[in-house]
């Protein structure tokens, strides 16, 4: 017969628990903790050779909710004495720092107010043994007269040995953190991710663990026989792992922050790959080589757009390379667009103004891009609405948008490009995600830029979309994506 849990009233150490065949220990466990009733504050309990008894809370199910009614033998509810389990002793840390920092100010003849209870934190980071709290937590002036032995009891409630508190990012160009050390006196930390080592200063360096998912993609790249240029390497995000998982023959890392670059230095030797790697210190836009690299990573963001220049001239001139371009993505509505805007800004972006442009104004705008391919123009009729008619090719509001996965050259040298959109073609698209056309357009936008600087050479470049990763979102209209794109030069 099947007993309701709110039948028994638990003494001492017995609780509810569920009866039933061991063979059948593993798949009702999981359902238990599937609907929320498996009591984890308490041990399993092997009664016999053939019976476990299995730890509920006291909303257990019927047989029919937990899809037990075929059981056989029928289970039972029955109090049973059982040993607590190892979570069960653990008090929440922010739980036993209010408990213990209550009891300091008891003892100091202090008054526990509400207050200062409330200025104690609810969250904060780890790095190693230091631990780092929000500029929101000990602001009181009541902590910092109970000295050290307050510092002290913080760190016990909470498993450090250091304490440091964050405020504003540093205006310094470089945009430093700004912290300070409330107890240790190195702020130096160590941290260890995908299997690389990492050291840093906290008051001069942030830890960017965000970019997780693309430092495992490089970390799954091949790029032995490469030269790869780190435009703002930072302490090593990425440099080490193309080092070190990606094995490239050599990365030349180029950072303007002196704390990064010391940081940086020192991971290298860390991690054993000092010899592979050139670091160059200073400007980006000044230091970084040229005509040197098979892949130049920027891990820029908001935007990198400023080492585009530069990093277009790293790429080996005679074959050319890969570019890993990082940036923050706006999802917006398309509106229309004025006869001032720029056309790259339309198909990316949109347009905040109300205005309708004409066709033959539309075409206009087109005919400056000196391009033939539809694609654009689908973008564009996307956003805008309307029938754009340029070189003979007529894009209506019902035509398929824009997927641009093609490699199109120069146009003043290309001589077999239809100009169609097909389904292999959309399908050629390659993104982690599902594609929003967001970051279709922005990545369409960078392209077009990118093919635009390496116009002002001499010698015609195909410029062609890989890939595009999302990395994060910030929020619901906010992602950051890194746009693989191939660049090769017309032979």
């Not at 470089?174 to 912290?179: I, L, T």
């Not at 302490?235 to 080092?243: A, K, R, V």
């Not at 530069?310 to 999802?331: P, Q, R």
């Not at 033939?372 to 309307?386: D, M, N, P, Q």
Request: charged share 20%; hydrophobic share 35%.
């Amino acid at each position: 017969m099947w007993l309701h849990a709110s039948h028994y009233h638990l003494v001492g150490k017995m609780t509810s628990a569920l009866i039933i065949q061991k063979e059948e220990t593993q798949v009702i466990r999981r359902l238990l903790q599937k609907f929320g009733f498996w009591d984890n504050k308490r041990r399993l309990k092997l009664l016999s050779a053939e019976y476990v008894a299995i730890p509920i809370t006291v909303d257990a199910l019927s047989w029919a909710d937990l899809g037990l009614q075929d059981r056989c033998p029928p289970c039972q509810i029955k109090q049973v004495d059982l040993a607590p389990s190892k979570i069960s002793g653990l008090e929440p840390p922010a739980v036993k720092l209010k408990r213990h920092v209550g009891q300091l100010l008891a003892d100091s003849g202090r008054v526990v107010s509400p207050e200062l209870l409330e200025d104690l934190p609810l969250h904060w980071e780890k790095h190693g043994d230091l631990i780092l709290f929000s500029s929101s937590a000990f602001t009181s002036d009541v902590w910092s007269q109970l000295g050290a032995p307050f510092w002290r009891v913080v760190c016990q409630c909470l498993g450090g040995s250091r304490l440091a508190r964050k405020s504003s990012i540093s205006a310094d160009g470089f945009r430093s953190p700004q912290v300070a050390l409330l107890y240790g006196d190195d702020s130096w930390v160590k941290h260890v991710d995908n299997g690389i080592r990492y050291s840093y200063d906290v008051k001069c360096c942030m830890f960017s663990i965000g970019n997780i998912t693309e430092k495992l993609r490089v970390a799954q790249m091949d790029c032995k026989g490469e030269t790869v240029v780190d435009l703002y390497a930072g302490i090593g995000y990425f440099t080490l792992p193309y080092l070190v998982h990606a094995r490239a023959d050599r990365v030349i890392a180029c950072e303007w922050n002196p704390a990064s670059v010391e940081a940086l230095r020192r991971n290298l030797q860390l991690n054993g790959v000092q010899d592979r790697c050139t670091v160059y210190m200073g400007d980006n836009r000044e230091v970084c080589p040229v005509d040197v690299a098979d892949r130049v990573n920027l891990g820029l963001i908001p935007s990198s757009d400023a080492g585009w220049p530069v990093a277009c001239a790293a790429l080996k001139s005679d074959s050319g390379g890969i570019l890993h371009i990082h940036g923050n993505v706006t999802s917006k509505h398309p509106a229309c667009f004025t006869d001032t805007d720029d056309l790259e800004h339309i198909v990316a972006e949109g347009c905040e103004s109300q205005q309708t442009l004409s066709v033959q104004q539309n075409a206009a705008l087109m005919t400056e891009l000196n391009t033939t391919c539809s694609c654009y123009l689908k973008s564009f009729r996307r956003s805008c609405g309307k029938a754009v008619e340029s070189e003979g090719v007529v894009i209506s509001p019902e035509t398929d948008g824009c997927y641009c996965g093609l490699s199109i050259s120069n146009p003043k040298h290309a001589d077999s490009h239809s100009g169609v959109i097909t389904e292999t073609d959309r399908r050629n698209v390659s993104c982690n995600k599902k594609l929003r056309p967001e970051w279709q357009s922005w990545s369409e936008r960078v392209r077009l830029k990118i093919q635009g600087l390496f116009e002002r050479g001499n010698n015609a470049w195909t410029i062609t979309i890989l890939h595009i990763e999302h990395v994060k979102s910030y929020a619901p209209h906010m992602d950051h994506l890194v746009l693989d794109l191939d660049c090769r030069p017309c032979t």
